[in-house]
T-cell receptor, first 116, second 108 residues
Framework: GALVYQYPRRTICKSGTSMRMECQAV??????VAWYRQSPQKTFELIAL?????????EQNFTQEKFPISHPNLSFSSMTVLNAYLEDRGLYLC????????????FGAGTRLSVL | GQQVQQSPASLVLQEGENAELQCNFS?????MQWFYQRPGGSLVSLFY???GTKHSGRLTSTTVIKERRSSLHISSSQTTDSGTYLC??????????FGAGTRLKVIA
């Protein structure tokens, strides 16, 4: 079956430092990967959608300069939170989509980021 | 904008009681999913349910597309069911819109 693994599951970084998180698709080809963030007391917001061989589309309020994403092949994507501060705390979720005509995203369990 | 309304916002049950959680969508949907978020925060996909009724153990999900709603029924609740239940819908593109969730607490 289709599975998505995210790691690390939890991480802590010092304010002003950066943190890289990874998303691995197993059992299917992840043509697109969507990254979401759930800030404390909020629901999930879409950060960006990455499609292999296409430009990454960032949502309003999220930029490549702050959340650079790499999607080098059909099984792996990574996102870095640069210069993290308290407002970047939360659960970061990746959802991977197979093919162009499927509407299901397979989600990982998330990476929880704490900032000291 | 596109929205998801989940109800109730929170719920406390005695172990063994049933629960009915609701999800209403502001626009027509192409597909939707139900998720369980553990108290520690990690997310588990429960159902991908674009339409109709699906069962998994003590869980039943029913989606009525034309009425833009979905429900999650939990029967014979257990303390381990405690956590947050989220629904999210897809309007036909990659973008999932999440609800705020229903926080469930089951007490022994």
């Amino acid at each position: 079956g289709a599975l998505v693994y995210q790691y690390p599951r939890r991480t802590i970084c010092k304010s002003g430092t950066s943190m890289r998180m990874e998303c691995q698709a197993v059992g299917f080809q992840a043509t697109s990967v969507a990254w979401y963030r759930q800030s404390p007391q909020k629901t999930f917001e879409l950060i960006a959608l990455s499609t292999v061989n296409s430009a990454i589309k960032y949502e309003q309020n999220f930029t490549q300069e702050k959340f650079p994403i790499s999607h080098p092949n059909l099984s792996f994507s990574s996102m870095t939170v640069l210069n993290a501060y308290l407002e970047d705390r939360g659960l970061y979720l990746c959802g991977a989509r197979e093919g162009d005509n499927k509407n299901t995203l397979y989600f990982g369990a998330g990476t929880r980021l704490s900032v000291l | 904008g596109q929205q998801v309304q989940q109800s109730p916002a929170s719920l406390v049950l005695q172990e063994g009681e049933n629960a009915e959680l609701q999800c209403n969508f502001s626009t027509s949907l192409n597909s939707m999913q139900w998720f369980y978020q553990r108290p520690g925060g990690s997310l588990v996909s429960l159902f991908y349910n674009p339409s109709g009724t699906k069962h998994s153990g003590r869980l039943t999900s029913t989606t009525v597309i034309k009425e833009r709603r979905s429900s999650l029924h939990i029967s014979s609740s257990q303390t381990t069911d405690s956590g947050t239940y989220l629904c999210a819908f897809n309007t036909g593109n990659y973008k999932y819109v999440f609800g705020a969730g229903t926080r469930l607490k089951v007490i022994a």
